[in-house]
């Protein structure tokens, strides 16, 4: 539901980030004077090491070591020179020794992210289409996006998900010569494997369909010759299957290799793959560090380093099974993932083990979803069992003291990481007298909660006031509209005393995920709705409605019980949430000041910006001359020339009721300004919708009629609710387009909107998101606004990224 623009997917990485570096967490800095692999000293405190990707701990190796310092003496720091033109005098017994271990000549790369690069481009035809799984690595994702300049279809798909691949594979099979499948051997963070041997039975099923793996976390510990884990699973390469493998992590050394049967491909890759061209090549130390690196990965050594490591993993997994730790993976890989589900915990674990003397990761948005926050911790050669054991007993003791000041559980974890089925129900009042300082009181209808109540706190902007929310329960509850209908559920928190602390009112629905994408998202979207109309929707549990904006919770920030209000509501959303199985939460509409941003956030939630609410203020003026006196000399000519000097040319009426042929036709200038308006990509509303407005004594029409039309038919419509509570709403607009442009309707009818107001001595009107820069030009403020939100996993906002990428 996020606007999908990259500036603001670098701002909430960027926000958590901060978040994770101001914990201590994340941009540490080590400060051994020798490193060893089995510890490393950060602030002054020497830990024991669970964070490698070197499993085997061969970048210790003495012969490593000393190979690369032989060749730094004999060869210098570097050969500054691109390998298309010549190579240093090490390079060729590398490729030697690779090919020796694997029968097959390798391309070796500066890298595997510079690896992507050279090869995927190289190696997808323009007449081929990708599929990516959600999981694989980012390099591999980045690399994909040169395929959209060339128009190369690039289709996302959930996480292992057989299925979704198969339907992509046939779809995209009709129009692609071939179809290529890109995954990860080993996944980085919960240490899963690809489903290697179902996805070579499809490329057997369906001969255009091709795979593509990244395996520089399946390398050296699995495999004949370290080979890895692809490897030990196809047994031997087909012309179908590429693989993309290191000599950095677990290999000891660095850069990366690229293997295909076609000699063609592989000519064509390294005769012009990108940055094998235009990079520098590896250093001469590298290289070298990889010679030794090979010669141990072809001899007898390797097996028993694999044994040994083998060994450790079998017994951590046996120690965190048999001490019930939520391990989210269970396999024969050195990564291992302990489930947190909320940043908070994860927080307050890791520092813990810190505390422990005990070193290991953070796994957090966007390498996992926000809600799947846990711990990565890995397991290398330098590792003892000892270590291991101390590992486990600091994870059994610290754990449940990390939940519990946390306010979270092992059934709420397994809960986020989709690891347990029970779902507990919820009633009416369930929570009275659950708590030790607050009541918490749960409403299924505005009808139930006394009207001076929810005036006070909730009823002063928008179509929230108590006549207001009657309106939308008569409206959105029980409507034929399926795509618009809503459940609704109110929450009041008080103290011992009734003192209200907060309130707040939500609302089931199906939200459109790219309602706040970019245009060409959502016109992309909107293709596929055509044969699948819930195509990319999802069940949204938001605080508001989709009709209404502003205000949506109420929280007196002074009262003494005020945090523990704030994380209660919060836990009886995620309950509310688990019992109604919807996919995702929205807390809306908050500026950016929140006090509360910090505590949503440790959550589980992700901050993201909200297009700006428009407010006009303090309308109160005698003349046009005075309302003119509160806008920019720029902004007086502007209403000038393109407002005042058209006014004379409309009749202009206000009506609380329209006839049935005004009122359909009123629907139809609707229809038009939502079949054009991408910029907020709901549902339509129904015409039932427009009838209940019209028999609703809340609601007035400001309507515009050309005099010089002879059938007096409009071509603009203002659909407005009066609250209460000197608030004027106008909520949907209508235009005829044949018109609209010549007479500047729109402008026009923003300013009717402003003169009804002031008729009606209605300080504040409410003119709601989109078109802030028109809205400002009639004396509107504009308030940036933002929101949480809490997903189920990343594969929508993941997907829709990709389709904001797409260049086609």
């Known amino acids: 539901m996020a606007k999908i623009n990259h500036n603001n997917f670098i701002d909430t990485i960027n926000n958590i980030m901060v978040t994770a570096k101001d914990e201590g967490i994340v941009h540490l800095q080590a400060e051994d004077d020798r490193l060893t692999g089995r510890t490393i000293q950060i602030k002054g405190k020497k830990m024991l090491h669970f964070g490698t990707t070197g499993y085997l701990g061969l970048e210790q190796d003495a012969r490593l070591k000393n190979a690369a310092i032989e060749a730094i003496q004999n060869f210098g720091t570097q050969f500054p020179l691109s390998k298309s033109y010549i190579a240093h005098p090490l390079y060729a017994e590398l490729e030697n020794k690779i090919q020796e271990m694997y029968g097959i000549t390798p391309i070796i790369t500066k890298n595997s992210t510079l690896g992507h690069l050279a090869v995927i481009p190289t190696l997808i035809r323009d007449e081929d289409a990708v599929i990516i799984d959600h999981q694989v690595h980012w390099s591999v994702q980045n690399a994909c996006q040169l395929l959209k300049l060339r128009g190369i279809p690039v289709e996302m798909v959930r996480h292992n998900n057989l299925d979704m691949i198969e339907e992509a594979i046939k779809k995209l099979g009709t129009k692609a010569k071939k179809v290529w499948y890109m995954a990860d051997g080993v996944y980085s963070m919960y240490?899963?494997?690809?489903?290697?041997?179902?996805?070579?039975?499809?490329?057997?099923?369906?001969?255009?369909?091709?795979?593509?793996?990244?395996?520089?976390?399946?390398?050296?510990?699995?495999?004949?010759?370290?080979?890895?884990?692809?490897?030990?699973?196809?047994?031997?390469?087909?012309?179908?299957?590429?693989?993309?493998?290191?000599?950095?992590?677990?290999?000891?050394?660095?850069?990366?290799?690229?293997?295909?049967?076609?000699?063609?491909?592989?000519?064509?890759?390294?005769?012009?793959?990108?940055?094998?061209?235009?990079?520098?090549?590896?250093?001469?130390?590298?290289?070298?560090?990889?010679?030794?690196?090979?010669?141990?990965?072809?001899?007898?050594?390797?097996?028993t380093k694999q044994i040994e490591l083998q060994a450790k993993i079998e017994y951590l997994n046996k120690q965190l099974t048999n001490k019930n730790l939520p391990l989210i993976s269970i396999n024969n890989s050195p990564v291992f993932y302990i489930g947190c589900a909320t940043p908070s915990t994860a927080y307050n674990l890791i520092q813990r083990l810190y505390n422990e003397g005990i070193f290991l990761n953070l796994g957090i948005y966007p390498a996992v979803a926000i809600k799947n926050t846990g711990i990565r911790l890995t397991i290398s050669s330098h590792?003892?069992?000892?270590?291991?054991?101390?590992?486990?007993?600091?994870?059994?003791?610290?754990?449940?003291?990390?939940?519990?000041?946390?306010?979270?559980?092992?059934?709420?974890?397994?809960?986020?990481?989709?690891?347990?089925?029970?779902?507990?129900?919820?009633?009416?009042?369930?929570?009275?007298?659950?708590?030790?300082?607050?009541?918490?009181?749960?409403?299924?209808?505005?009808?139930?909660?006394?009207?001076?109540?929810?005036?006070?706190?909730?009823?002063?902007?928008?179509?929230?006031?108590?006549?207001?929310?009657?309106?939308?329960?008569?409206?959105?509850?029980?409507?034929?509209?399926?795509?618009?209908?809503?459940?609704?559920?109110?929450?009041?928190?008080?103290?011992?005393?009734?003192?209200?602390?907060?309130?707040?009112?939500?609302?089931?629905?199906?939200?459109k995920d790219d309602?706040?994408?970019?245009?060409?998202?959502?016109?992309?979207?909107?293709?596929?709705?055509?044969?699948?109309?819930?195509?990319?929707?999802?069940?949204?549990?938001?605080?508001?409605?989709?009709?209404t904006e502003g205000t949506h919770c109420y929280c007196n920030n002074s009262h003494e019980y005020a945090t523990e209000a704030i994380k209660t509501l919060l836990q009886i959303i995620e309950d509310k949430k688990n019992e109604c199985k919807a996919d995702s939460i929205v807390l809306r509409d908050f500026t950016q000041e929140e006090r509360w941003s910090k505590t949503i956030l440790e959550e589980g939630y992700v901050q993201i910006d909200m297009p700006e609410s428009c407010v006009f203020f303090n309308n109160k003026w005698d003349s046009i001359e005075e309302y003119k006196a509160l806008l920019s000399k720029r902004s007086q000519k502007h209403f000038k020339k393109e407002i005042e000097a058209n006014e004379d040319l409309?009749?202009?009426?206000?009506?609380?009721?329209?006839?049935?042929?005004?009122l359909e036709r009123a629907y139809k200038l609707y229809e038009n300004v939502k079949d054009r308006n991408w910029a907020i990509n709901t549902y339509k509303y129904s015409f039932e919708v427009f009838e209940k407005m019209n028999s609703n004594s809340n609601w007035e029409f400001i309507l515009l009629i050309l005099k010089e039309d002879p059938f007096k038919e409009i071509v603009g419509v203002m659909f407005a609710f009066i609250n209460e509570n000197n608030r004027y709403v106008p909520e949907l607009i209508g235009l005829d387009y044949t018109v609209s442009s010549k007479y500047k309707i729109y402008k026009q009818l923003l300013f009717q909107t402003i003169k009804r107001a002031n008729y009606l001595k209605i300080e504040n009107i409410d003119f709601g998101i989109s078109a802030s820069f028109e809205k400002k030009k009639v004396g509107a403020t504009c308030i940036p606004k933002i929101a949480f939100i809490q997903t189920n996993d990343n594969f929508k906002m993941e997907l829709l990224n990709t389709m904001q990428n797409d260049f086609k």
């Open 383 to 511: 590792n003892e069992i000892e270590d291991i054991q101390m590992l486990v007993e600091a994870l059994d003791y610290h754990l449940p003291k990390a939940l519990l000041e946390t306010n979270n559980s092992k059934e709420k974890i397994q809960k986020a990481f989709g690891l347990s089925r029970k779902e507990e129900q919820t009633t009416v009042g369930k929570f009275e007298n659950k708590f030790k300082n607050i009541i918490v009181s749960e409403y299924n209808s505005i009808n139930n909660i006394p009207k001076d109540i929810w005036n006070t706190y909730m009823g002063k902007n928008s179509v929230t006031d108590y006549n207001g929310m009657q309106f939308l329960e008569h409206v959105f509850k029980d409507t034929r509209d399926t795509f618009n209908q809503s459940d609704f559920y109110y929450y009041i928190i008080t103290d011992k005393k009734k003192e209200v602390i907060a309130i707040t009112f939500l609302t089931l629905s199906t939200w």
């Open 515 to 547: 309602m706040l994408a970019t245009e060409s998202v959502s016109k992309k979207a909107e293709q596929e709705r055509e044969k699948n109309p819930l195509y990319l929707t999802s069940r949204v549990l938001s605080m508001g409605s989709l009709f």
């Open 191 to 303: 240490g899963d494997y690809a489903p290697i041997k179902e996805l070579m039975e499809l490329s057997i099923k369906y001969n255009f369909f091709y795979l593509y793996f990244d395996d520089v976390h399946g390398m050296s510990w699995v495999g004949k010759n370290g080979t890895g884990f692809v490897f030990d699973q196809v047994k031997e390469l087909t012309d179908k299957i590429v693989v993309i493998g290191t000599l950095s992590k677990t290999f000891g050394a660095s850069g990366a290799t690229f293997f295909c049967q076609d000699k063609e491909i592989r000519n064509k890759i390294k005769n012009f793959g990108g940055p094998l061209t235009f990079s520098a090549q590896l250093e001469p130390a590298s290289v070298a560090a990889a010679i030794a690196a090979a010669k141990i990965h072809l001899s007898p050594e390797i097996t």
């Open 650 to 662: 409309f009749d202009i009426i206000c009506v609380n009721h329209l006839s049935m042929a005004q």
